[in-house]
Nanobody, 127 residues
Framework: VQLQASEGGLVQAGDSLRLSCAAS????????VGWFRQAPGKEREFVAT????????YYADSVKERFAIYRQNAKDTVYLQMNSLKPEDTAVYYC?????????????????????WGQGTQVTVSS
């Protein structure tokens, strides 16, 4: 397993939940990392991304101002803090990294650019 995501869970609307993504057997401290999600019957979609140095982040409009992505490179871990959760946030969440060092505040939105993926973790938000 290259990337290990933490367990998701079942929460109520309005609750908060934090996901983590840790590198296993390799490091991603110099790579951009992204979070994606896939709801039942839907395509996988972009959620958030962060540059290798944490200097830049970008969010999907649907999660902006509710979710926060950040990282601790010393721990080779990236987090997704999810606040004010809604039933429409229910999905399997995936983390990924692009395994390519790019200097500066580079991040990646297109999932086709990511090389390593976590196993996915289920987040269910009840109304």
């Amino acid at each position: 397993v290259q990337l290990q995501a933490s367990e998701g869970g079942l929460v109520q609307a309005g609750d908060s939940l934090r996901l983590s993504c840790a590198a296993s057997g390799r490091t991603f401290s110099t790579y951009a990392v992204g979070w994606f999600r896939q709801a039942p019957g839907k395509e996988r979609e972009f959620v958030a991304t962060i540059s290798w140095n944490g200097g830049s982040t970008y969010y999907a409009d649907s999660v902006k101002e509710r979710f926060a992505i950040y990282r601790q490179n010393a721990k080779d871990t990236v987090y997704l803090q999810m606040n004010s959760l809604k039933p429409e946030d229910t999905a399997v969440y995936y983390c990924a990294d692009d395994a390519t060092y790019v200097s500066g505040n580079y991040y990646l939105i297109d999932e086709r650019g990511y090389d390593y993926w976590g196993q996915g973790t289920q987040v269910t938000v009840s109304s």
